[in-house]
């Protein structure tokens, strides 16, 4: 069964087929599962390699005579599409940053039949936050240098006896990240290679002693930010793995 199909399925659940009838010449709920579906595949953002995030926020527009005949459905269209846009995310391997929200609105620019689909992530904007798993748990990055060893002075305190009491610090300024071996005594790989010194890409693995350290930038919603000058603004790209400015 194709995935359009899945959808018709689930819609069915919703709309009778002597309902359906009087949406012959109008839209079809069916068409708005699949512009959600096709608004969820267009907007898909690779953060990382298991990570894909897509819009939570979506505005399906209507003309005044579809907008009427889908209000009639009640909750239940709501309720149905809102289910179905979850699958679609979970079987593509998609995450939402906030909660999802579906919202049916009149347009009366629109002629009846036709639809659009306006969409946002997490209000417009997504923060980005460096975190590091160690032995099964996640620690923020909230400083811009992490000192990770066994020391109890250390801001990460591993349990391995192989490493140092401040083996490695992870160096974070809110876009790019890199590792620095604190002169220890058996060393620091990343990704199996030693180093003194070198940037760290998302999903990279740093190795001290027995314990891998694995260093993540995850999204999280976050409040609109100010619309700054645009001689003041700067692209950057997570994935290039490039040094610290």
Same mark, same amino acid.
């Given at each position: ?43 898909? !953002?690779?953060?990382? &390699?298991?990570?894909? +995030? ?6 399906? =527009?209507? #003309?005044? /005579? %579809? ?66 798993? !160690?032995?099964?748990? &996640?620690?923020?990055? +909230? ?6 060893? =066994?020391? #109890?002075? /250390? %801001? ?82 997570? =994935? ?6």
């Amino acid at each position: 069964m194709g995935l359009l199909d899945s959808f018709e399925k689930g819609l069915e659940r919703a709309v009778n087929s002597a309902f359906a009838k009087t949406f012959r010449s109008g839209i079809q709920p069916v068409e708005i599962a699949s512009a959600l579906r096709s608004e969820l595949d267009k907007k898909a !953002v690779v953060v990382t &390699r298991d990570r894909i +995030l897509v819009p939570n926020s979506f505005t399906v =527009r209507l #003309s005044p /005579a %579809d907008d009427e005949r889908m209000r009639t459905l009640g909750t239940t269209l709501g309720e149905e599409l809102d289910t179905l846009v979850h699958k679609h995310a979970k079987s593509q391997g998609y995450s939402f940053a906030g909660p999802v929200s579906i919202a049916l609105e009149r347009d009366d620019q629109l002629s009846t039949g036709t639809l659009r689909v306006d969409s946002a992530t997490a209000e417009g904007r997504v923060a980005w936050r460096g975190v590091v798993d !160690v032995e099964g748990k &996640r620690h923020p990055l +909230l400083k811009s240098r992490t000192v990770i060893g =066994r020391g #109890s002075d /250390a %801001d990460i305190t591993i349990s391995d006896a192989g490493t140092s009491r401040k083996h490695v610090e992870i160096l974070w300024d809110g876009e790019r990240a890199m590792v620095r071996d604190l002169q220890s005594t058996n060393g620091t790989l990343l990704n199996g290679r030693k180093v003194t010194e070198a940037a760290l890409a998302p999903d990279s693995t740093v190795t001290i002693g027995r314990t891998d350290i694995v260093f993540r930038v995850v999204a999280q919603a976050a409040p609109p930010k100010p619309q700054l000058p645009a001689d003041a603004t700067r692209a950057y790209d997570l =994935r290039d793995g490039g040094p610290l400015r």
